[in-house]
């Protein structure tokens, strides 16, 4: 079955730290994957997909993620936390092909970012 | 701008009221729409696909007969809850998705409060 893991529930960093997510996915085929933030009483906004390609993915805000099939994960990265980044984030897989979007969420990681 | 709008953002009703929700995709014709629940600092429950033109496919456990789900065309579902009771109470969600590019946007979520 499809799944979703994101192992940290609540991660601090610094202002001006850097920050790693880590996701890890169970898909048999080859995954859609998608990070996505959430702010407080908000929807969600994507950060970045991976579809193909470049394993090394560059999304808004400064966040990249790198797909690593052998690891079956897609951390998500940031060089520098600002504070304005504290939220939380949800890792997310879809079916390739055509899913029409039915994806598979993470529990989330929520990030805290000390002055 | 948003991309998708979902409306009311907040609405307190009395028990045994229906309440309306409202998801438009502003930007892009969705054949498929999806409806979540969000509980307090928990992930996303994904309790129904609407299709366009046809019936709402529920997860598993999800009363349909509680959440009427609506998508009368290509830009607008709707999320009706019937006979609301204060464990309906919860923060509701829509996405839509955009096949073009493989996106799935969200709206920005309806909290509901039962009282």
């Known amino acids: 079955a499809q799944s979703v893991t994101q192992p940290d529930i609540h991660i601090t960093v610094s202002e001006g730290a850097s920050l790693e997510l880590r996701c890890n996915y169970s898909?048999?085929?080859?995954?859609?994957l998608f990070w996505y933030v959430q702010s407080p009483g908000q929807g969600l906004q994507l950060l970045l997909k991976y579809f193909s390609g470049d394993t090394l993915v560059q999304g808004i805000k400064g966040f990249e993620a790198e797909f690593k099939r052998s690891q079956s994960s897609f951390n998500l990265r940031k060089p520098s936390v600002h504070w304005s980044d504290a939220a939380e984030y949800f890792c997310?897989?879809?079916?390739?092909?055509?899913?029409?979007?039915?994806?598979?969420f993470g529990k989330g990681t929520k990030l805290s970012v000390k002055p | 701008g948003a991309v998708v709008s979902q409306h009311p953002s907040r609405v307190i009703c009395k028990s045994g009221t229906s309440v309306k929700i409202e998801c438009r995709s502003l930007d892009f014709q969705a054949t498929t729409m999806f409806w979540y629940r969000q509980f307090p600092k928990q992930s996303l429950m994904l309790m129904a696909t609407?299709?366009?033109?046809?019936?709402?496919?529920?997860e598993q456990g999800v009363e349909k007969d509680k959440f009427l789900i609506n998508h009368a065309s290509l830009t607008l579902s709707t999320l009706t809850v019937t006979s609301a009771h204060p464990e309906d109470s919860s923060f509701y969600i829509c996405?839509?998705?955009?096949?073009?590019?493989?996106?799935?946007?969200f709206g920005e979520g309806s909290r509901l409060t039962v009282l």
């Open positions: 898909y048999g085929a080859t995954p859609y």
């Open positions: 609407s299709n366009e033109g046809s019936k709402a496919t529920y």
């Open positions: 996405s839509a998705w955009r096949g073009a590019t493989g996106e799935l946007f």
């Open positions: 997310a897989v879809g079916a390739s092909g055509g899913s029409q979007g039915n994806l598979i």
